[in-house]
């Protein structure tokens, strides 16, 4: 078999990816690890860019965004109980959306369904060769049976473990990590949000966030040590936890219930320098990790594509090799500085285990600035809606 640009991850990069080279007319095969059904069932991301969601408009597949999706004018922060509202809109004129991953990548997937373009899910053995020459070939195995792909390029859109990364020389690689000493211990749950926006909460029991996925559905997380496993989490005991992080008001409105889903995730900072190898090329998180705390994992990916996209486009539309050249250090550039705003907004809202009294008296120092200057309610406003892709 052969295709112009082989994606390697059926995720939110990938998929959209592939839909953006669809739509330009440049074929495209995706390989994905696992079922259709396995990768809808990962809950992870909440909260779109107003960025990424004019791209994922630009994608042709917008429509439930905008019919589901809840957009939101600005976040709370919840200060040892002291609230404070950023305004997002007010500040600058920009909005966010809370639209699950899931719900992204449902779209993206009937999306390619109705395109025709080829998805090979449930491919086993992925491997990358001559990525280094004009010649780049990947074998897989699929119902036993092994195949080989050949193309003119490869996306490595196959997240932090996936084998695109892994298949780089470790000579031609650099990598960056902080690996932070908490996980978020995750919910989801059928009742109503306990209020009409996010509320990110720093409490010295630990960070907590409140968030959603519609009026009938919300999101929930606390943060627990590295090594905490699930299992020793009741929704009792989770409830009780919220509750002690949130102010008294909030607390109180909480409407609880049975999770749907639980789960603990990691953080960590994570930056692979350079994103080309020839003709493979990294993007989304088999590129970068970023703490979910500022909410740009997903929307990282989306701005990577969109701009490996373009280049793409750009090869093929005009045999000119200025985008794919100028990729890594185009991205690269965005992708730091949404790990500083990620890394600083980690670093102000949980308490770290060396926490000592002049770091805590740092913490509040951050959050009385933010509450007390526009200029500083701004910066925030403008990294967590996203900055210009
Ligand atoms: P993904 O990991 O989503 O997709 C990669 C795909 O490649 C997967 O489907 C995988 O099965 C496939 N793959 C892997 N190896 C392969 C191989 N060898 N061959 C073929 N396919 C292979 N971001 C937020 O903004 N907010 C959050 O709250 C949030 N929570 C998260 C919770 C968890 C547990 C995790 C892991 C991430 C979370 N993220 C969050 C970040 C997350 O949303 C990512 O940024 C987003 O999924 C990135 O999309 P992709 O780059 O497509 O990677
Ligand atoms: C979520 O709803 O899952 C979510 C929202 C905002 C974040 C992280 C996760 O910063």
Same mark, same amino acid.
């Given at each position: 078999?052969?295709?112009?640009?082989?994606?390697?991850g059926?995720?939110p990069?990938?998929l959209?990816? #592939?839909?953006?080279?669809?739509?330009?007319?440049?074929?495209?095969?995706?390989?994905?690890?696992?079922s259709?059904?396995?990768?809808?069932?990962?809950?992870?991301? #909440?909260?779109?860019? *107003? #960025?990424t969601?004019?791209?994922l408009?630009?994608?042709?597949?917008?429509?439930?965004?905008?019919?589901?999706?809840?957009v939101h004018?600005?976040?709370?922060f919840c200060?040892?109980?002291?609230?404070?509202?950023?305004?997002?809109?007010?500040?600058?004129?920009?909005t966010?959306t809370?639209?699950? *991953?899931?719900?992204?990548?449902?779209?993206l997937m009937?999306?390619?369904d109705?395109?025709g373009?080829?998805?090979?899910?449930?491919?086993?053995?992925?491997?990358?060769?001559d990525?280094?020459?004009?010649?780049?070939?990947?074998?897989y195995?699929?119902?036993?049976?092994?195949?080989?792909?050949? &193309?003119?390029?490869i996306?490595? &859109? =196959?997240?932090?473990?996936?084998?695109?990364?892994?298949?780089?020389?470790?000579?031609?690689?650099?990598t960056?990590e902080?690996?932070?000493?908490?996980?978020?211990?995750?919910?989801?749950?059928?009742?109503?949000?306990?209020? /009409?926006?996010?509320?990110?909460?720093?409490?010295?029991r630990?960070?907590?966030? &409140?968030?959603?996925?519609?009026?009938?559905?919300?999101?929930y997380?606390? *943060?627990?040590?590295?090594?905490?496993?699930?299992? /020793?989490?009741?929704?009792?005991?989770?409830? =009780?936890?919220?509750?002690?992080?949130?102010?008294?008001?909030?607390?109180?409105?909480?409407?609880?219930?049975?999770?749907?889903?639980?789960?603990i995730?990691?953080?960590?900072?994570?930056?692979?320098?350079?994103?080309?190898?020839?003709?493979?090329?990294?993007?989304?998180?088999?590129?970068h990790?970023?703490?979910?705390?500022?909410?740009?994992?997903?929307?990282?990916?989306?701005s990577?594509? &969109?701009?490996?996209?373009?280049?793409?486009?750009?090869?093929?539309?005009?045999?000119?090799?200025?985008?794919?050249? #100028?990729?890594?250090?185009?991205?690269?550039?965005?992708?730091?500085?949404?790990?500083?705003?990620?890394?600083?907004?980690?670093?102000?809202?949980?308490?770290?285990?060396?926490?000592?009294?002049f770091?805590?008296?740092?913490?509040?120092?951050?959050?009385?600035?933010?509450?007390?200057?526009?200029?500083?309610?701004?910066?925030?406003?403008?990294?967590?809606?996203?900055?210009?892709?």
């Amino acid at each position: 078999m052969r295709t112009k640009v082989a994606i390697i991850g059926a995720g939110p990069a990938g998929l959209l990816l #592939g839909r953006l080279l669809d739509k330009a007319g440049v074929e495209t095969v995706i390989l994905e690890r696992r079922s259709r059904e396995y990768v809808l069932g990962r809950i992870r991301a #909440g909260v779109l860019e *107003q #960025g990424t969601a004019e791209l994922l408009d630009k994608a042709g597949v917008g429509e439930r965004l905008h019919a589901d999706g809840l957009v939101h004018d600005g976040v709370e922060f919840c200060f040892d109980g002291d609230r404070h509202r950023f305004d997002f809109h007010a500040l600058i004129g920009k909005t966010v959306t809370v639209y699950g *991953q899931t719900e992204v990548t449902r779209d993206l997937m009937q999306a390619r369904d109705t395109s025709g373009a080829t998805t090979i899910y449930e491919a086993e053995h992925v491997s990358l060769h001559d990525f280094d020459g004009d010649r780049p070939r990947v074998h897989y195995v699929k119902d036993g049976v092994e195949h080989e792909l050949a &193309c003119d390029f490869i996306a490595g &859109c =196959d997240g932090y473990h996936g084998v695109s990364r892994a298949s780089v020389p470790e000579a031609a690689i650099r990598t960056f990590e902080r690996v932070y000493p908490f996980g978020w211990l995750g919910i989801l749950v059928d009742r109503p949000p306990v209020a /009409e926006e996010l509320i990110y909460a720093h409490h010295e029991r630990g960070f907590a966030l &409140c968030s959603m996925r519609s009026h009938t559905r919300s999101r929930y997380y606390v *943060q627990v040590p590295a090594n905490e496993r699930v299992e /020793e989490w009741t929704d009792d005991r989770f409830w =009780d936890e919220l509750r002690r992080r949130l102010d008294a008001d909030t607390a109180d409105n909480l409407v609880t219930g049975p999770s749907i889903e639980k789960s603990i995730a990691p953080l960590r900072s994570f930056v692979a320098e350079p994103l080309r190898f020839g003709r493979l090329f990294l993007a989304g998180d088999a590129a970068h990790i970023v703490p979910p705390t500022g909410a740009k994992g997903l929307n990282l990916a989306a701005s990577d594509v &969109c701009a490996l996209a373009e280049a793409l486009i750009e090869f093929y539309a005009e045999h000119s090799p200025a985008g794919i050249d #100028g990729y890594s250090t185009r991205v690269l550039s965005r992708i730091w500085k949404a790990e500083r705003f990620s890394w600083w907004m980690t670093s102000i809202l949980h308490t770290f285990p060396d926490t000592d009294s002049f770091s805590r008296r740092i913490q509040r120092a951050e959050f009385e600035y933010l509450r007390g200057s526009e200029a500083a309610a701004r910066s925030l406003a403008e990294n967590y809606t996203g900055l210009p892709i």
